[in-house]
C-alpha cells in the first residue's frame, strides 16, 4: 500500500525504511531536508510540504504522523484535516495523551477522517527487529493500513494488535512506558547495590550477561544494560540525569484517577526528578533538622 510518513526523526526514519524493504510506496516529509533525502536513496518519494504530501497520495490516503505529543502533533492534525478527504485515514505513531488523542478522533470523524491511534515501541532496534504496535481505531481504518502495521511488526501476526477504540492504543503504550520506568528503576537499584559491595569486587557485566540466559529477570531491558556494561562499566561518561516523556506522569495520573495504588510506577517516576537535582534543597533541610535536634554531623560547605 502507498503511505505517508511525517516526521523524520531516529524512529520516524527508521520507520520509513522498514516499509520501504517491505515494498510499500511511501511519501516522506520532515522540516529539516536531510532526513527526506536520506529516505529519497531507499525508494521514498519526498514532499516539499505537508499539502504537498496530500497531493502525492492516491485515496484513500494513509498518513502517519511521528511528531513529539503535544503543540506540533496538534498543528500538523489541524493541517490535514482541511486538506484530507472521506475516508482518509490519518495516524498518530507518536506519544499523545490519550485523551487528546478522544477528542482528536471525534472532531475528524465530522469530517469523515478516520483517525488511528498507534502506540510504538522498539526505538531504535525497531528497524531490525520490527516495533511492538498498539492501536486504537475503528475496525474499518485498521483495515485499510493493516498492510503497514504487519510490515512495522516483528511479524504478520506479532506484535501488534487492535486493542480497542480511538484512545486504546495511547493509553495501552502509556502504561506500558510506566511499567518500563518501574522496570529500569529495579534494576538501576539492585546493579548500584552489587556495585557498593566492593569487597566482593563484582563484575557487573558479567553479572549482566549470566542473568540474561535461563534467570526470571532475563528481558530486553536486560540485554541493554549488559550491552552498556560492556562499553563502561564504570559509566564514566554519562550523567545520572534521567529525563521522562511524559508517559509515566500520565500513567500515575490515571491511577489517582482509578484509586488504582500504583507505587512502584510512582516512586520510580520520583527517582527521575532526584537525578535532575545537582544538589536537594530537601536533603539540607533534613540535615538541619537532624542537627538541630541531635546534634548529629553535618556536612558544610568548604
Avoid at 520520583?270 to 538541619?288: G, I, N, P, T
Wanted: proline letters at 4%; hydrophobic letters at 45%.
Amino acid at each position: 500500500m502507498d503511505i505517508a510518513m511525517i516526521g523524520l526523526g531516529k524512529m520516524g526514519g527508521n520507520m520509513a525504511s522498514r516499509l520501504l524493504r517491505g515494498g510499500h510506496g511511501l511519501v516522506v516529509f520532515n522540516r529539516s531536508p536531510e532526513p527526506v533525502r536520506a529516505a529519497e536513496a531507499e525508494g521514498a518519494t519526498g514532499a516539499t510540504s505537508i499539502e504537498d504530501v496530500v497531493v502525492k497520495l492516491n485515496t484513500p490516503r494513509a498518513v502517519w504522523l511521528m511528531l513529539p505529543a503535544g503543540s506540533i502533533t496538534e498543528e500538523v492534525i489541524d493541517q490535514l484535516s482541511g486538506m484530507m478527504s472521506v475516508g482518509d485515514v490519518l495516524i498518530d505513531g507518536g506519544n499523545s495523551n490519550y485523551k487528546d488523542t478522544m477528542r482528536r478522533a471525534a472532531t475528524l470523524a465530522d469530517k469523515g477522517i478516520y483517525f488511528v491511534d498507534c502506540g510504538t515501541s522498539g526505538g531504535i532496534w525497531g528497524l531490525s527487529e520490527g516495533y511492538s504496535l498498539m492501536v486504537g481505531g475503528r475496525p474499518e481504518a485498521i483495515a485499510i493500513i493493516r498492510p503497514a502495521l504487519e510490515t512495522l511488526a516483528p511479524a504478520v501476526d506479532q506484535g501488534w494488535a487492535h486493542v480497542g477504540p480511538s484512545g486504546a492504543g495511547h493509553f495501552v503504550k502509556m502504561i506500558h512506558n510506566g511499567i518500563e520506568y518501574g522496570m529500569m528503576q529495579a534494576y538501576a537499584e539492585g546493579f548500584e547495590i552489587l556495585r557498593a559491595k566492593r569487597e566482593f569486587d563484582l563484575d557487573l557485566h558479567q553479572i549482566a550477561e549470566l542473568w540474561r540466559y535461563g534467570s526470571v529477570v532475563r528481558s530486553w531491558l536486560l540485554d541493554l544494560t549488559a550491552a552498556a556494561l560492556a562499553e563502561d562499566p564504570e559509566l564514566s561518561d554519562l550523567r545520572g540525569w534521567v529525563a521522562d516523556s511524559g508517559e509515566g506522569r500520565w500513567t500515575v495520573f490515571e491511577a489517582i484517577d482509578q484509586d488504582v495504588p500504583a507505587p512502584v510506577i510512582t516512586l520510580a517516576l520520583q527517582m527521575r526528578f532526584v537525578s535532575r537535582q545537582d544538589e536537594s534543597y530537601a536533603a539540607k533541610l533534613l540535615a538541619a533538622m537532624r542537627n538541630q535536634f541531635g546534634g548529629h554531623a553535618v556536612k558544610r560547605v568548604e
